[in-house]
C-alpha cells in the first residue's frame, strides 16, 4: 500500500470571540518556549513534557490551552535544539536560541487529539478543543487527520491539515502513455510531444509593485499603527505572488498527470544554477522543485535521469552538437535532424528515462523505485512492482 502523507491548507473563519481565543493560544505558546528558552535549553523532550505538567501547578492558566498543543512547543524546540546542535557539530557558527516576540508567533499545532471535523449543518466546522467551532472552508476531501496546524498570515487565518490518503496501488504504467519534460525559464515545460507552456514568471512581473510597498513600509515609523498597516500590504502581495505561482504550478502539473502514467524530468542541479546572478531570480521564480513534488503526488511514476548532455546531444542519431545558451535551434549535421533545442532536449530525457526502466528490467530487479524525488511528504511502504508494469509498443526513438 502506497501511504500518503498530505498536508491541505483549508480558510478558517473564525468569529472575533474565536480570533482573542486563537491569538491567546500563541500566547500560551510563546511562555512556554520563552521559558524553556531561559531555563530548559539543555532538557530532552520528555523532560520538557514533565516539566510542562509541573508548570501547570504554579501556573494554573496554562490549563486553559490543551496540552497536546503545549507539548508540541517542547517537540518544536527539542527539534531546534538539536538542529543547532547538528549545525554546531558540522562546524557552522550557530547562536543560541532566542525568545519568540509577540509578532514572531503565528501558528500552533493540535497533534493526535482535541481536534474533529464536524460536517453536516450548514457549514462545516473544526472544533478545537479549549477553543471551540471555527467555521471552515473544506474544498476538498480529507482523510484520517493526524495533526492540525492553525496559521495566521496577512489577516487570514488558515487550518494545515496534516492526513493519511491511503492511495491504491499502480497497477498499469502503460510505457506508451510516457513523456519526457525539459524545464527552462522562458518555456516552463518543453515536452517530447512537442508541447510547451510559457513561463509565467510571477515574481518578475511584481517586481515594481513590490519595491514599491517595500520602499513605502520603510518610511513608516517604527512600532506604528501605520507601519503594521504597510507590512499586512506587503504580505498580502507577496501571497498574492505564491498564489499565482502555485496555481500555475497546479494547472501545469494536473495537465501531465490527467495525459500520461510515466513522466521523465532532469535532475536539476538548482544550487549550481542559481550562483548564476542573471538567472538566479528567474530560476527561484519558476518553482521547479515544486513542480516535481506536485508531479511525483500526482502521476503514477516520476524518473529523474541525469542531465548530462540533455541539450546538446542529438536525439535522433546520438551525434553531439555543443551549443550554448543562446542557440535556440539544434541542427545536427550527421543526421540533418533541425529541432527546437528544447524538444531534442526532452526527446533525449524520454529516451534516458526509458532506458532506465528497461536496465532495472534486464538486471532482473523486481521493483521500479518510484523515483528519488519523492520528497518526505509521501510515505513509500511498498513500490511498484516492474510485473505490473505493462509495456506496450514503445516507440522509443520518434
Ligand atoms: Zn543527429
Same mark, same amino acid.
Not at 376 to 386: A, D, M
Given at each position: ?178 513523456? *519526457?519534460?525539459?524545464? *527552462? +525559464?522562458?518555456?516552463? +515545460? ?14 518578475? $512581473?511584481?517586481? $515594481? ?21 504597510? $507590512? ?90 555543443? $551549443? ?75
Amino acid at each position: 500500500m502506497l501511504v500518503r502523507v498530505r498536508n491541505c491548507k483549508f480558510r478558517l473563519y473564525p468569529t472575533r470571540l474565536q480570533e482573542q481565543r486563537l491569538t491567546s493560544t500563541w500566547d500560551g505558546c510563546r511562555w512556554v518556549y520563552n521559558y524553556f528558552v531561559k531555563y530548559g535549553t539543555s532538557l530532552t523532550e520528555y523532560d520538557m513534557n514533565y516539566a510542562i505538567t509541573e508548570l501547570k501547578e504554579q501556573e494554573p492558566w496554562l490549563r486553559n490551552y490543551h496540552s497536546k498543543m503545549l507539548q508540541m512547543v517542547a517537540k518544536q524546540m527539542a527539534a531546534a535544539t538539536k538542529g543547532l546542535q547538528m549545525l554546531r557539530k558540522n562546524g557552522h557558527k550557530v547562536g543560541r536560541l532566542h525568545y519568540l516576540m509577540h509578532e514572531e508567533c503565528n501558528s500552533f499545532i493540535y497533534n493526535q487529539s482535541g481536534f474533529k471535523i464536524k460536517r453536516g449543518g450548514k457549514t462545516d466546522l473544526l472544533w478545537l478543543s479549549k477553543i471551540g467551532c471555527i467555521q471552515i472552508r473544506l474544498h476538498r476531501p480529507i482523510g484520517d487527520i493526524k495533526q492540525v496546524t492553525v496559521v495566521r498570515k496577512a489577516g487570514k487565518w488558515h487550518a494545515i491539515v496534516n492526513c493519511d490518503l491511503a492511495a491504491p496501488i499502480f497497477r498499469f504504467i502503460s510505457l506508451a502513455k510516457s513523456v *519526457g519534460i525539459d524545464l *527552462g +525559464v522562458t518555456k516552463f +515545460v518543453h515536452d517530447s510531444d512537442n508541447h510547451s507552456i510559457d513561463n509565467p514568471l510571477v515574481l518578475n $512581473k511584481m517586481l $515594481k509593485p513590490l519595491r514599491r510597498t517595500n520602499r513605502r513600509l520603510s518610511r513608516k515609523q517604527e512600532n506604528s499603527k501605520n507601519q503594521e498597516k504597510a $507590512k499586512t500590504r506587503l504580505q498580502l502581495l507577496h501571497e498574492r505572488i505564491r498564489n499565482q505561482r502555485l496555481d500555475f504550478l497546479h494547472k501545469t502539473s494536473t495537465y501531465y498527470s490527467n495525459r500520461y502514467d510515466a513522466i521523465f524530468l532532469e535532475k536539476l542541479r538548482i544550487a549550481n544554477m542559481v550562483k548564476n546572478h542573471n538567472l538566479a531570480r528567474s530560476i527561484i521564480d519558476s518553482g521547479w522543485s515544486t513542480f516535481k513534488n506536485m508531479l511525483a503526488y500526482k502521476t503514477k511514476l516520476v524518473i529523474e535521469v541525469p542531465p548530462n548532455n540533455t541539450s546538446i546531444d542529438c536525439s535522433r542519431c546520438g551525434n553531439r552538437v555543443s $551549443k550554448s545558451l543562446a542557440v535556440r535551434t539544434h541542427r545536427c549535421d550527421e543526421c540533418g535532424l533541425v529541432i527546437n533545442r528544447d524538444y531534442n532536449a526532452s526527446l533525449n530525457i524520454k529516451q534516458k528515462g526509458l532506458r532506465q526502466i528497461k536496465l532495472q528490467l534486464l538486471m532482473g530487479y523486481e521493483e521500479v523505485t518510484p523515483v528519488e524525488i519523492l520528497g518526505e511528504s509521501v510515505k513509500q511502504e511498498e513500490t511498484t512492482r516492474i510485473d505490473q508494469v505493462v509495456v506496450h509498443t514503445v516507440d522509443a526513438k520518434k
